[in-house]
């Protein structure tokens, strides 16, 4: 009898992956699957007085996103085209994916989202997310009418 050792954390699709991989190197096989729909990495970074979120986009161009910015989201995406290269390929081995893309990032706090600045270059999709001044900081003065 074989002993499974009880793991909760185990990833199932990271290991599938893993296999995947395995058998297509030894076979020389590229999976069609390997090369569907992917999700973008992201970074926030909270500063002072705003986020920064940061997207890894290699291979997109700008015409291809699509960005929209609620005060407590940011909804990014688009698409990656494969290159279309006429030469006569012999053989083609890639580990790239294509296809769309789409990725929703949640905000730990209200942003004015009608300020978003956007900045792509180098792959990287940079948008700084001005924070809302939150009513709870600010002080109000209340008197009493005089009578």
Do not use: C, W
């Amino acid at each position: 009898m074989t002993l499974l050792h009880y793991r909760p954390l185990f990833d199932v699709d990271a290991e599938l992956r893993t296999i995947q991989g395995e058998v297509n190197r030894i076979f020389g096989v590229v999976n069609p699957l390997n090369q569907s729909d992917f999700v973008p990495l992201a970074e926030l970074v909270e500063m002072k007085d705003s986020f920064l979120l940061r997207l890894e986009l290699p291979g997109v161009t700008k015409t291809d996103l699509n960005i929209e910015v609620t005060p407590d989201s940011v909804h990014i995406s688009g698409q990656r085209q494969a290159s279309t290269e006429t030469a006569e390929i012999l053989n083609e081995r890639s580990e790239f994916r294509y296809g769309s893309f789409e990725r929703v990032v949640g905000l730990p706090k209200e942003v004015k989202h009608n300020e978003t600045k956007a900045n792509y270059e180098n792959g990287i999709l940079t948008l700084t997310l001005p924070k809302r001044l939150s009513e709870e900081n600010t002080v109000h003065k209340v008197t009493f009418e005089q009578i």
